[in-house]
């Protein structure tokens, strides 16, 4: 399983794009890079995946370094409601569903 | 319509007593999970079930009994009830058919409090 490492907490000001880094310099070559977050007192929300290429959704953008070591989710104009805490974590199929969850990056959106 | 419903939401009770949290997906996934969130917020994953056969047990106390009736319920059932089991345990399920995506979809958590 791949060990990820996120900044414990960030500020962004409401209606700015929100860059969240993840380093996952041992995900290996078949593991995707999953984003979830959770919303106080609320079960977690899928957000994205990615496995090299970038990718984007209605929620979000990843970004995928080409060495892969490293991610960055992107909500481009972050709302209060995405006041949360976001997991970066590493997945292979071969988990059978098996989360792991870090501390993740609490995410504090400003008016 | 709520994909993954658990009930009950609150749960307070006394130490060494027997409880159930039953949890329904009407996603029509046929992989259901378990996860603990403790006191520090730390998630793991206690259970997994797939088409009600179990595929994850992550060393979990053998007070936790999961039951899956049927794919599209996983019900938890815990005896003898301690301290250390007050927390908030979510529900979740996924599409296992063509592998086992790390998609998965999150009821809304049900908070046992064991005093």
């Known amino acids: 399983d791949a060990k990820t490492t996120q900044p414990t907490s960030m500020d962004c000001a409401e209606g700015r794009a929100a860059n969240l880094p993840c380093n996952h310099s041992?995900?290996?070559?078949?593991?995707?890079v999953y984003w979830y977050r959770q919303i106080h007192s609320q079960g977690p929300q899928y957000i994205i995946h990615?496995?090299?290429n970038n990718e984007t959704n209605e929620m979000a953008s990843l970004i995928i370094t080409e060495d892969r070591k490293s991610s960055t989710l992107i909500l481009p104009h972050a709302t209060l409601r995405d006041t949360a805490v976001y997991y970066c974590?590493?997945?292979?199929?071969?988990?059978?569903?098996?989360?792991?969850f870090g501390q993740g990056t609490t995410l504090q959106v400003k008016p | 319509d709520t994909a993954v419903s658990q009930t009950p939401k609150y749960l307070v009770t006394q130490m060494g007593n027997d409880k159930s949290i039953k949890c329904e997906q009407n996603?029509?996934?046929?992989?259901m999970y378990w996860y603990k969130q403790d006191s520090k917020k730390f998630l793991k994953i206690m259970f997994s079930?797939?088409?009600?056969?179990?595929?994850i047990n992550e060393t979990v106390p053998n007070r936790f009994s999961p039951k899956s009736p049927d794919k599209a319920h996983l019900n938890l059932h815990i005896n003898s009830l301690e301290l250390g089991d007050s927390a908030v345990y979510f529900c979740?399920?996924?599409?296992?058919?063509?592998?086992?995506?790390?998609?998965?979809?999150f009821g809304e958590g049900s908070r046992l409090t064991v005093l």
């Open positions: 079930y797939n088409n009600k056969e179990l595929i």
């Open positions: 990615g496995l090299k």
């Open positions: 041992t995900i290996s070559g078949n593991e995707y």
């Open positions: 974590i590493g997945y292979g199929s071969s988990n059978t569903g098996k989360l792991i």
């Open positions: 996603l029509g996934h046929d992989t």
């Open positions: 979740a399920s996924s599409t296992g058919t063509s592998g086992y995506t790390g998609e998965l979809f």
